[in-house]
């Protein structure tokens, strides 16, 4: 089993920056697929971006350029930086560990995310 536990949110104004980490524990999730996903409220939860065991990330049209999804696997965790961030950032922020070795899909939003972390309010007021 892998506990994963988000922190870092928190409420900003329109412009400034945050930095989301995700701790994992239980196992090393270093081989792991690893995604951030958010939900606003009345809104379906959506696909932040993703980090691949190698390295390799993927980016949501909404937040390339401005989030930055980066991991340690010394620490165990996986970081989402977030700057420039907009009204529209609002949401819980969720990490996710896909449970599985090395992912060569196209779709790392959707591979079946298995491990899931209780989530971090960011609000961003204008």
């Known amino acids: 089993q892998v506990q994963l536990v988000e922190s870092g949110g928190g409420l900003v104004q329109a412009g400034d920056s945050l930095r989301l980490s995700c701790a994992a524990s239980?196992?090393?999730?270093?081989?792991?697929?690893m995604g951030w996903f958010r939900q606003a409220p009345g809104k379906e939860r959506e696909c932040v971006g993703t980090i691949r065991s190698g390295g390799f990330t993927y980016y949501a049209d909404s937040v390339r350029g401005r989030f930055t999804i980066s991991r340690d696997n010394a620490k165990n965790s996986v970081y989402l930086q977030m700057n420039s961030l907009k009204p529209e950032d609002t949401a819980v922020y969720y990490c996710?560990?896909?449970?599985?070795?090395?992912?060569?899909?196209?779709?790392?939003?959707?591979?079946?995310?298995?491990?899931w972390g209780q989530g971090t309010q960011v609000t961003v007021s204008n």
């Open positions: 239980g196992r090393t999730v270093s081989s792991y697929t």
């Open positions: 996710a560990a896909s449970g599985t070795g090395f992912y060569s899909g196209t779709d790392s939003c959707h591979l079946g995310y298995v491990y």
